[in-house]
């Protein structure tokens, strides 16, 4: 079975920092094109980045672009997400997703990012 | 940046009525969309890709159809668990993009 767990949400400051995790099983993950996508309370979806299967190639979107950056370990069958320079407006649930042909067919449950004074 | 528009907002119907919910894109995206479905509390679920292709485990009275523009997604008889929030989502152009949802609501 697909799974995606992901960790390391949290309430942070304004200005702060924060790395989001997702722990992959159930499928190969070296196989795969990973994403990020958020979801602000009451919101709809917005990519936020996803990466190639082995590293080498990174996107990013507009509105976190020089603060976010996309990561990932093959062997630990992990994906990251480390956030910087966080503001109020980056609050919201981060899904970790596998990326299919550009869309998205597994999706974990989310991990929650406050940012708050 | 595709700007995809969902309508309507919001759709009220009854069990075993049949839904069709509307996706406009702002420039053409081929047949380079899908649709997903989205409970509360959950994660969201990919029902459609690449405009009318199923994906794996997905019921036969979920369909997709369209291309350049203009996107529906028809349930064909509704069942209890289909009431949720929809979203459409197009990989044609950088960046990938979603709609602003459609809530199915029980009448």
């Known amino acids: 079975e697909v799974q995606l767990v992901e960790s390391g949400g949290d309430l942070v400051q304004p200005g702060g920092s924060l790395r989001l995790s997702c722990a992959a099983s159930?499928?190969?993950?070296?196989?795969?094109?990973m994403s990020w996508v958020r979801q602000a309370p009451g919101r709809g979806l917005e990519w936020v980045a996803n990466i190639k299967q082995d590293g080498s190639a990174t996107y990013h979107a507009d509105s976190v672009r020089g603060r976010f950056t996309i990561s990932r370990d093959n062997a630990n069958n992990s994906l990251f997400l480390q956030m910087n320079s966080l503001r109020v407006e980056d609050t919201a649930l981060y899904f970790c997703a596998r990326s299919f042909s550009g869309f998205f067919d597994a999706w974990g449950q989310g991990a929650l990012v406050t940012v708050s004074s | 940046e595709i700007v995809l528009t969902q309508s309507p907002d919001t759709l009220s119907l009854s069990p075993g009525e049949r839904a069709t919910l509307s996706c406009r894109a702002s420039q053409s995206v081929n047949t380079f969309l899908a649709w997903y479905q989205q409970k509360p509390g959950q994660a969201p679920r990919l029902l459609i890709y690449d405009a009318s292709k199923r994906a794996a485990g997905i019921p036969a009275r979920f369909s997709g159809g369209g291309s350049g523009t203009e996107f529906t997604l028809t349930i064909s008889s509704l069942e209890p668990e289909d009431f949720a929030v929809y979203y459409c989502?197009?990989?044609?152009?950088?960046?990938?993009?979603f709609g602003q949802g459609t809530k199915l609501e029980i009448k």
């Open positions: 159930g499928f190969t993950l070296r196989n795969y094109w």
């Open positions: 989502q197009q990989r044609s152009n950088w960046p990938q993009t």
